[in-house]
C-alpha cells in the first residue's frame, strides 16, 4: 500500500507534511525553540539530573554550537531578531516594557521581511504553531497587521501572547507584583503627603478632599481587580488561522489538541516554525510526564518537550530531507517561584544569571542543527554564532536573495557548519537590553580571545544573588543598573563564567581593547535608522477597540484531560 501524500502530524505540532523527499527537492526546515529553556537543562550541555536522552541524540547526531547567542534576554525582541536576522532595535522591538495584552498595538511591522515570507516566495509552505508574542492588531480587532499570516505565514494554530500564570488556574497571575506594589506604594505615598501638607498649613485637607481622595482609590482598586478576573478570559486564547477557536484555553491538554492539526500538501516543500508554549510559567505537563523528573514540575515540562521534538521526527520520517534547529529564545527565568514557593525557573549551568540580562546565562542558548548526509555527525563548534543566523541560512538553502534594502545582522551558518571555514563571521556582537545597548562581544581575527565589554549590569537582589528578585525579572533603567566607566571588562575564552572582571593591572590589553570595541559601537551606531517603537507605553497598554473576541468552539469541548 503506497503511503499516503499526507501525514495528520502527531506529538504537539502542526507540520505541512511531503509524501516523500529526492535528492533534487529544496530542503525543508523544521525549527524548534522552547521558551524560557536554559542551555544547562540539557544534558547534552552538561544536565547530568534531567533526563533529556532525544534532544541529547539530536545533538550527537547533528551539530551543536556552545556559543549560541540570542539576540536578545527576552522574549519579544529575540524572536523578531530571529525572524528577520536583525537586531531587534531596527524593528522597534526595544523598549523598556513588553507585551501583557493581546489588545496593544504594537508588534512585528509588515515590513519586515521574515524567513517565512521570503521562502514562501520560493514555493515553500509556511506554518507556526504554538507562541506568537509578536502582536496581533493595529488600528481595529480584525485588520490581523501583526498576525502570523501577515508575515508570511501560511498557516497558524497557538497563542498570540505567551503563555502566562493567569493562563494556568491555580498559579496566581502575572499582574501580581503590579498589585503587590504599584497600588499599595501610590494609596501610601498620597494619604502622607495629605497629611504632611495639612500639618504644616500648607492646604487645607476638607472632609470632602478625603472622601474624594477614597472615591478614587476605590475605583482605581476596583479596575485593578476587574483587570485581574478578565485577564485570562481576555489574553488566554488559541487561534486557528484568523479564528479563535478556544478562549480561554485549557493549557494541560494543549499538547494533544494540536496533534488534530494537519495539512495536507504533497508537493511543496515546507517550512515550520514550531514554538512550544512551555517551559514558561504557569508550567503545565501533560498526566503521562508529570511527577517523572528530579525538578519538579518544570523538570517534567522538560521532559515533555524533549520527547514531543524527537518522537515527531521519527514518526514522520522526515529526517533526510529536513534541516532540523532546536534552541530557545533566552536564558532560563530564574525569578519564577510558584504561589507554594517553590523555584520554577530552569538552570543556567556555569553561565551567570537568566533571562533578562546579558551575563551570559541570559543569552547563551542551545543550539543544535540535525541533516543526515549534509552535516557532520558529533561536531561540536565553539564559535560565536547567533539566532540571527538561521535567517540567511534559510533563504541561501531556499534560494532566496538576501534583502539588500536593509541591514541583516545575521550571517549563513552552513560554511562554518559543514567545516569550509573554521572561524565565525561574527566579529562584533552587540548586546541590547531593551533600548540600551549593554555590552558588546569581540572575537578578534586570528586569536581565541572573545571580549566582553559591560556599560552597565543590573542590581541584583539580594546582592549575593544572580537574579532580580525585587522586580521578578532585571530591568535596564535607573535605579536597577549600575553604570561602569571604564566599562567591566571580560575574556570569555578563559572566563566563561563571568566571575572576575579584569583591569589594567590583570589585563596588558586592557585600554586597547575597550577601544576598539568603542570604535566598533560607533559604527554600528551609524548603521541604525529610526524607526516606530514598537513596545512604548502607547503601544502596549490595552486598548478596548483592538480586543479580539471569540471563541467559536466552547472552552468545554476540549475537555480537560492532561
Known sequence: MKPLPWIRCTLGLLLLCTAGADSGRKPNFVFMMVDDLGIGDLGCYGNTTLRTPNVDRL??????LTQHIAAAPLCTPSRAAFLTGRYPIRSGQCWSYFFLFSASSGGLPQEEITFAKAVKEQGYSTAVIGKWHLGLNCEDSADHCHHPNSLGFDYFYGTIMTHLRDCQPGHGSVLYFVHAYIPYKALSIGLVSLALLHIRGMITVTRRVVFGFLVLVGVVVSLFGVLVYTFPNLNCFVMRGAEIVEQPYTSENLTQRMTSEAIENSERPFLLFFSFLQVHTGLFASRLFRGRSQHGLYGDAVMEVDWSIMHTLERLNLKENTLVYMTSDQGPHLEEISIHGEMHGGYS?????????????GIR?????????VLPAGKVIDEPTSNMDIFPTVLNLAGASIPSDRVIDGHDLLPLLQGQVERSEHEFMFHYCNAQLNAVRWHPPNSNAIWKAFFFTPDFYPENSSACFHTHICFCIKPYVTFHDPPLLY???????ESTPLSPDTEPQFYSVLEVIQAAVSRHAQSLKPVPVQVSPLQIVWKPWLQPCCSSLSHASHGSGG
Do not use: Q
Request: aromatic share 8%.
Open 59 to 64: 545533538a550527537l547526531e547533528g551539530v551543536k
Open 349 to 361: 549551568g556555569i553561565y551567570k544569571a537568566g533571562k533578562s540580562t546579558n551575563w551570559e546565562g
Open 365 to 373: 542558548i542551545p543550539g543544535i542543527l540535525h541533516w543526515p548526509g
Open 491 to 497: 575574556d570569555l575564552s578563559k572566563d566563561p563564567s
